[in-house]
T-cell receptor
Framework: GENVEQHPSTLSVQEGDSAVIKCTYS??????FPWYKQELGKRPQLIID?????GEKKDQRIAVTLNKTAKHFSLHITETQPEDSAVYFC??????????FGTGTSLTVIP | SAVISQKPSRDICQRGTSLTIQCQVD?????MFWYRQQPGQSLTLIAT?????????ESGFVIDKFPISRPNLTFSTLTVSNMSPEDSSIYLC???????????FGQGTRLTVV
């Protein structure tokens, strides 16, 4: 299967600052990379995704970048707000169509 | 987007018994997956539920322990068999409508084995 590593495991930022979470994957054939936000006791929800034919994608305060050569992708959240506090998971879709998840990043935005 | 209804939302079970978790999707999805998530941990893929054929299991998971059914494109079940306390976890089903689309999740089943 695919091996997805995610860093950092915890991240605290001041409200208004930016947060960056990084992931690497092992299978160069993986072609779809979603990011999920999971609030305590809730199901994971997609916040942004990127496909392998695109290098960057932005949606308001959230952006994702992909470096296929280095096999890593990153989530960028700008102007963070307390409601951004949650656990964030990156994922990579394997050629077998399974989704493999990173280890998660617990983001705390301090008001 | 697809909406996935999962039940039960939680259960407390005696060791040695079995629990079947059901997921119903409001639209047809090509792919369905089952995950296990320990509180505060990542999502570990158990198996891919294939419609019309046997499920494909990840390393460390076997059909005898986690039998899966996928009778059609909107429904799947996962059974946790002969449970032990080590099976206590959150189980999540997931569905993806197409090959390069996002995966949607059910709300999860919090299982406690006593």
């Amino acid at each position: 299967g695919e091996n997805v590593e995610q860093h950092p495991s915890t991240l605290s930022v001041q409200e208004g600052d930016s947060a960056v979470i990084k992931c690497t994957y092992s299978d160069s054939a993986s072609n779809y990379f979603p990011w999920y936000k999971q609030e305590l006791g809730k199901r994971p929800q997609l916040i942004i995704d990127i496909r392998s034919n695109v290098g960057e994608k932005k949606d308001q305060r959230i952006a994702v970048t992909l470096n296929k050569t280095a096999k890593h992708f990153s989530l960028h959240i700008t102007e963070t707000q307390p409601e951004d506090s949650a656990v964030y998971f990156c994922a990579a879709k394997h050629t077998g169509n399974q989704f493999y998840f990173g280890t998660g990043t617990s983001l705390t935005v301090i008001p | 987007s697809a909406v996935i209804s999962q039940k039960p939302s939680r259960d407390i079970c005696q060791r040695g018994t079995s629990l079947t978790i059901q997921c119903q999707v409001d639209s047809q999805v090509t792919m369905m997956f089952w995950y296990r998530q320990q509180p505060g941990q990542s999502l570990t893929l158990i198996a891919t539920a294939n419609q019309g054929s046997e499920a494909t299991y990840e390393s460390g998971f076997v059909i005898d322990k986690f039998p899966i059914s996928r009778p059609n494109l909107t429904f799947s079940t996962l059974t946790v068999s002969n449970m032990s306390p080590e099976d206590s976890s959150i189980y999540l089903c997931s569905g993806a409508p197409g090959m390069n689309t996002e995966a949607f999740f059910g709300q999860g089943t919090r299982l406690t084995v006593v």
